[in-house]
């Protein structure tokens, strides 16, 4: 069983041990401890080596004494690593909202966490400790391929023939970083947390213009994962995704057509005739029809949309790669000013045209 520690200066959150901790031979287990000295902490954790390290953010005892951030520790931690790739181990921050606020306004800290959790969500998202035992074995997996030629290649699970499909320069570049948490940050950031190369749940239903709400959804799912369409590489026990190379030639292949020429409803229509099943088509939120080019899912309502009905979002994070795919919301989205709940702000180009939208003037 691999061992994790939690390190945090609440003795109640002891509480958060069995929900991070999954049960089995392979499965992963916490124990608690307090944070002691910058220096002897340090040293303690190397000595131990544990599979995972979880921090609070603030790592303060009572008396006030200690006053380091798990910013701080981490760095430390990842430094060494840099110098021995055995040293290397997935961290993870577990903090208060309060805490994850200030912890995302410090750019700096958001290379050295492969996850950032608020403690709030915890007892809600049972798949966040199978995050947590995703991120130990991929290490491990890391760590044992390290010096394998054209390692990007056997860490995301490519088969031979399809690796020029995926072989953009940045990816190949991971073989030049010096420690598996750098290659583990690229890959979650670039590829497992923003479509693209991958594409998450909302997005193939998208692509293959379903309905999320309709009947067989889940029938397809396991259709798609029968066809080697699934990623199955580093981290896809903890994050579902699949290959948009691969879904593209499996639904041309199907429907003899490339499905992004072809509206929502002939491509449900297709996809029923073929495989037997009943789904139902995706429906443009704006237009209110099922002939509608869908292509990807709206970042604040996750519902199926198109290019033409959408506005692009201002990204935080920069986008250094072609292959990773920008937001949008739809005008849907824009009207009821739903987006804004959402957390997303429009980029400076579209204001005018989101003007339109709000004041009545952009017709359907």
Not at 60 to 66: C, Q
Not at 105 to 112: C, Q, R, S, W
Not at 358 to 364: D, I
Request: charged content about 25%.
């Amino acid at each position: 069983m691999y061992q994790g520690i939690f390190i945090d200066a609440i003795e109640t959150d002891k509480r958060f041990l069995d929900m991070m901790s999954t049960k089995g031979r392979y499965g992963l287990q916490f124990t608690f401890q307090k944070p002691s000295e910058f220096l002897t902490l340090t040293q303690n954790l190397l000595d131990h080596q544990p599979d995972l390290l979880a921090l609070d953010y603030r790592l303060n005892n009572r008396s006030g004494k200690l006053g380091y951030t798990a910013g701080a520790l981490a760095q430390q931690l990842r430094e060494l690593a840099t110098e021995s790739i055995a040293l290397d181990f997935p961290i993870v921050l577990l903090s208060s909202q309060d805490d994850i606020k200030a912890f995302c306004n410090n750019l700096t800290a958001h290379n050295l966490f492969d996850l950032s959790l608020t403690k709030e969500q915890l007892p809600d998202d049972s798949r966040l400790s199978e995050k947590m035992l995703s991120l130990v074995k991929g290490y491990k997996y890391l760590i044992k391929n390290w010096q394998k030629p054209e390692r990007w290649s056997h860490i995301l699970g490519l088969k031979t023939a399809e690796r020029l499909r995926v072989a953009y320069q940045a990816i190949r570049e991971m073989d030049k970083l010096q420690a598996p948490h750098q290659v583990a940050r690229d890959i979650l950031r670039y590829l497992i947390n923003r479509p693209g190369i991958l594409l998450d749940k909302d997005n193939v239903l998208a692509e293959l213009g379903i309905a999320k709400t309709g009947k067989d959804v889940e029938n397809l799912l396991d259709i798609l994962q029968t066809d080697k369409v699934m990623y199955t590489g580093i981290f896809a026990e903890g994050w579902t995704r699949w290959w948009e190379h691969r879904l593209e030639e499996w639904g041309k292949g199907l429907c003899d057509e490339h499905l992004g020429n072809m509206t929502a409803k002939q491509r449900v229509s297709c996809l029923n005739r073929k495989l037997g099943l009943k789904l139902s088509p995706a429906k443009s939120r704006w237009k209110n029809s099922t002939d509608a080019l869908v292509s990807f899912a709206c970042a604040s309502c996750h519902q199926p949309t198109e290019e033409e009905f959408s506005v692009a979002v201002y990204d935080t994070l920069p986008l250094p790669y072609s292959f990773v795919q920008s937001k949008y919301i739809c005008f849907s989205c824009v009207e009821t000013g739903e987006f804004v709940k959402q957390g997303l702000e429009v980029d400076d180009d579209e204001k005018s045209l989101v003007e339109l939208i709000q004041n009545g003037e952009r017709q359907k």
